[in-house]
C-alpha cells in the first residue's frame, strides 16, 4: 500500500496491512510535524503533492528496498494538505522474517521519500511562510 | 502539439495557476517548454531554483522530447517526510 492521504494517518491500519504469519518483526517509522526548524518557531504546515507521481515513486521506492532486502510486505502513507504540529506526516510499516531486514527497509525508504517524492512542505511561521526546499522565503502580504 | 503542465508549490504560487495547456511546434524539449512559459509567467524563474522534470509521471532530463498531450510537471526541491 502506498498512498497519499489528505485524512490523518491511522498506525494500526499499516499495521494491519503489513501483518504477515511468515513475519518475525514489524518496523514502523513515523515522521511527525515539529513546532520549530532552525530555531524560528512553526505554526501550521502544509503538504502540497503531485499526488499520481507520488504514490508511483512511493511504490517504486517499496519495490527497491524488497529487492535489497527479504521483506514480507510494506506499507507507505504521506499526508496532503494542513497537518497539524506534533501528527504524523509520514508512515512507513514493514514486516519482514527477521528484525534487521526490516530497520534496514524502513531507514531506506524515508531518506529516499525524502529525495525522490515529489512532495513539498511549506512551513509557517509569525510573520512569514517557506517552501521548505527552496530557500526562498515569502513574506505574508501586509508584514 | 498541446501539452499539460501542472505547477505545485513555489511553482503554483509565482505561475498564479495549477495548470495550464501550451502549444508547442513539433519536436519541442522539456527545455524549450520552460522558456515558453517563462514568457507568460515571468515570476516562475525562482532564483538560485534547482529543477527536476517529469513527463507522465517519470523523471526525465532537460532535453527530452515532448509528444502530444504529455503532462509536463517542474518539480522543485521536494520535501516530504
Known amino acids: 500500500m502506498f498512498r497519499v492521504t489528505h485524512q490523518p494517518i491511522d498506525l494500526q491500519t499499516l499495521v494491519d496491512y503489513v501483518t504477515d504469519p511468515?513475519?518475525?518483526?514489524?518496523?514502523?517509522f513515523i515522521g511527525t510535524t515539529r513546532n520549530n526548524n532552525e530555531g524560528r518557531k512553526v505554526i501550521a504546515l502544509d503538504y502540497d503533492g503531485y499526488p499520481e507521481m507520488a504514490e508511483k515513486e512511493l511504490a517504486r521506492i517499496g519495490a527497491d528496498a524488497a529487492r535489497k532486502w527479504q521483506i514480507c510486505r510494506m506499507a507507505i502513507l504521506h499526508r496532503l494538505g494542513p497537518v497539524q504540529i506534533g501528527e504524523a506526516s509520514v508512515v512507513i510499516a514493514v514486516s519482514a522474517a527477521h528484525r534487521d531486514a526490516a530497520f534496514a527497509d524502513s531507514r531506506q525508504a524515508i531518506e529516499e521519500i525524502k529525495k525522490t517524492v515529489p512532495i513539498w512542505k511549506k512551513e509557517v511561521y509569525e510573520g512569514g511562510e517557506v517552501w521548505i526546499g527552496t530557500q526562498t522565503g515569502q513574506p505574508l502580504p501586509g508584514r | 502539439m498541446k501539452v499539460r503542465v501542472k505547477f505545485f508549490a513555489i511553482l503554483r504560487e509565482r505561475a498564479g495557476t495549477a495548470a495550464v495547456t501550451k502549444e508547442l511546434v513539433d519536436g519541442s524539449?522539456?527545455?524549450?517548454l520552460w522558456r515558453e512559459l517563462q514568457k507568460d509567467h515571468a515570476k516562475l524563474d525562482v532564483a538560485?531554483?534547482?529543477?527536476?522534470?517529469a513527463v507522465n509521471q517519470n523523471y526525465v532530463s532537460l532535453d527530452h522530447v515532448l509528444k502530444d498531450q504529455d503532462e509536463v510537471v517542474f518539480i522543485p526541491p521536494v520535501s516530504g517526510g
Open chain 2, 29 to 32: 524539449t522539456v527545455a524549450d
Open chain 1, 22 to 28: 511468515e513475519a518475525g518483526a514489524i518496523v514502523t
Open chain 2, 48 to 53: 538560485g531554483i534547482r529543477l527536476l522534470y
